[in-house]
């Protein structure tokens, strides 16, 4: 297909044939609509090497599948992003995080190859050791590079269980103190916190492991059970710590069935037990279909007052960023994810020649702020994130011109490539692909 718009005169740019609405992103793109579109159907495992430790998948492999796959075979990977849809792809050109990302830092520090299309039509292969320049420049380019077609990610033997301690923290401080405290231990295996409000916060942290207490087992994927950010905070409001034991895949797929909390705006009445026992099953609607369903109005009344954000900040700026959040849009709970950032080349390193523990802060929600503005809070917010050398996630809505955009990311390595690489005439610019400010 690159061939063959290549033999027409390259006329216009090319993108992924998958239709916008399918993204777990709720941005829908207006570029599939004017660029030539390359039908990518590659969605199988294609290897498990239980020697190299490795499994290699095409692009559109999900999460679901992935772990349905490897957890019999006793192996799941090292980072297991949280919703069932989620691609390799995405994760990829994207970025992915999770709470074992303390230790193996983001979904694409877990990738040791990529095989891409490029421009010319050639077919690649990229490691730290052949083209690197490549393997450091595709996570965060968002399919501007090049179209990936497979991808080597690292596994790592699966256990049944992950014993999970829950700890109710009080006080901002306290928090941003246990928080960091745990997070660089790497006896976790898992580091999350959940923040209900501006002084209290669930902390937890989750070990692997094959044995369990019978009676402390609890399933909390089964579809009756109760969300589990609302599990979480009763032990805030009990004030007791507690310890459980969740059966591995339930663990890394623990935010489905809620989409995290966002489907309590969809559906208010969904935690309610009656419901849940009745219709739980059902749940969550896929983001795909509501992305299909919405109309325009629905979708512009969305953007204008709902939030769906993932920020990535030093985990020194923790307290600050909290409190900046508080103030420009009050939205809880909040998700706090710890991850290591190595110093690789690429558009996302620390500022300083070493790995640093960041966080990634998301906020999904209504904002509660009274004066909120999509546009006016979300720059502020973007401005503050910077200013600590922070990163936006991609999927999100951004609002940054080109100037701030690539103050915030190193685009070194990404612009040389793509002069290299003939990118220009292929592909646009992540920039114009993924922000508010290009596109309108």
Known sequence: ???????????????????????????????????????INLMDVLEVDSERQVVRVEPLVT??????????????????????????????????????????????????????????????????TENSDLFYAVPWSCGTLGFLVAAEIKMIPAKKYVKIHYEPVRGLQKICEKFTEESKK??????????????????????????????????IGNYYKPWFFKHVEKYLKADKTGVEYIPSRHYYH???????????DIIPFGNNPVFRYL?????????????????????????????????L????????????????????????????????????????????LYVDIGAYGEPKRKQFEARASMRQMEKFVRSVHGFQMLYADCYMTREEFWDMFDGSLYHKLREQMNCKDAFPEVYDKICKAARH
Not at 285 to 308: D, F, M
Request: glycine share 8%.
């Open 313 to 356: 900040v030093p985990m020194k700026s923790l307290e600050k960023s909290i409190q900046t959040f508080h103030v420009d849009l009050n939205v809880y709970p909040l998700w706090l994810c710890p991850f290591i950032l190595p110093n690789n080349p690429g558009m996302v390193h620390p500022k300083g020649d070493e790995a640093e």
């Open 1 to 39: 297909q690159v061939r063959e718009w290549k033999n027409e005169g390259s006329k216009r740019y090319m993108c992924t044939g998958r239709p916008g609405w399918l993204t777990v992103s709720l941005r829908v793109g207006k570029y599939k609509k004017i660029h030539k579109n390359i039908m």
């Open 186 to 219: 790497k006896e976790n295996s898992f580091v999350e916190g959940l923040v209900y409000s501006l002084e209290e916060a669930v902390i937890m942290t989750g070990v692997l492991t094959d044995e369990a207490e019978q009676s402390k087992i609890n399933r």
């Open 254 to 264: 623990r935010h489905t069935r809620s989409i995290f909390w966002e489907l309590q």
């Open 279 to 311: 219709f739980g099953w059902m749940v969550p609607p896929k983001i795909s279909l509501l992305k299909l369903t919405q109309g325009e109005a629905i979708r512009k009344l969305y953007e204008q007052h709902h939030v769906v954000q993932d920020m």
């Open 63 to 128: 999460m679901g599948q992935l772990t349905a796959h490897l957890n019999p075979m006793g192996w799941t990977i090292p980072v297991v992003p949280e919703l069932d849809d989620l691609t390799v792809g995405g994760l990829i050109m994207g970025t992915g995080i999770e709470s074992s990302s303390h230790i193996y830092g983001l979904f694409q520090h877990t990738c040791v190859a990529y095989e891409l299309v490029l421009a010319d039509g050639s077919l690649v292969r990229c490691s730290p």
